[in-house]
């Protein structure tokens, strides 16, 4: 008893001094943050455990990483195998440009002047259309028209729609208005201008021209 009571006032001695309080709230503090960094670190030994390595599937139970942002393994399989197909794509059409950059000038011309013919009637048809039919750049395909024909894409398509549309009115008999739109004019002010422009007179009087019928 009396060895205990010894220890009680010496404990309540110690209480009551304020450097004890004051040891005793560091130590407490210092406590606090040694089990906040074993905290952390212990977190981030389980997201190190978790997140699979580059080319391993995720271990079971684990959360991949892109399901953090809501993802799902089948939309990452999805991403992945389009980038796989983007960079395929991307492969053929490069060859297949190279390819017929790399056709011999009649073969490339052929081509060039085939689309041109099938679509005549579209007035969507412009050169940035004949330039994706034929997997080239727009740049490229103008360097390679001037190259063959000393003109240009735009002229070459404007020409064929003109050459038909005179070939229709000496043959068809149909109306100026019609024959316009047949040959993919939009505006049958701007096929007059043209259509003048090249045959020094306007489509109504090339219709009523003498002339062979297959002219021109």
Request: glycine content about 6%; charged content about 20%; proline content about 7%.
């Amino acid at each position: 008893m009396y060895i205990c009571r010894a220890v009680m006032m010496h404990m309540y001695t110690l209480l009551s001094q304020p450097w004890f309080l004051l040891a005793l709230s560091l130590t407490n503090a210092a406590l606090l943050l040694v089990q906040l960094v074993l905290f952390v670190i212990f977190t981030r030994q389980l997201r190190r455990r978790d997140v699979p390595a580059v080319g391993q599937p995720p271990t079971q139970g684990s959360t991949p990483a892109y399901a953090q942002e809501g993802d799902t393994p089948a939309y990452a399989e999805r991403e992945e195998t389009a980038a796989v197909e983007d960079s395929v794509e991307g492969t053929v059409d490069l060859q297949m440009k190279n390819n017929v950059l790399n056709l011999p000038s009649a073969s490339f011309r052929e081509r060039m002047e085939s689309l041109i013919s099938e679509n005549l009637h579209n007035p969507d048809f412009t050169v940035d259309e004949l330039a994706k039919e034929l997997f080239v750049s727009r740049s490229g395909l103008f360097v390679k028209v001037k190259e063959l024909t000393g003109s240009t894409p735009n002229h070459l398509i404007i020409n064929a729609r003109l050459e038909a549309a005179a070939r229709l009115l000496r043959e068809s008999g149909r109306p100026v208005g019609e024959i316009c739109y047949m040959v993919g004019f939009s505006s049958p002010s701007y096929f007059a201008k043209c259509f003048s422009r090249r045959y020094g007179v306007t489509p109504n009087g090339f219709g009523r021209l003498p002339g062979p019928k297959n002219m021109p």
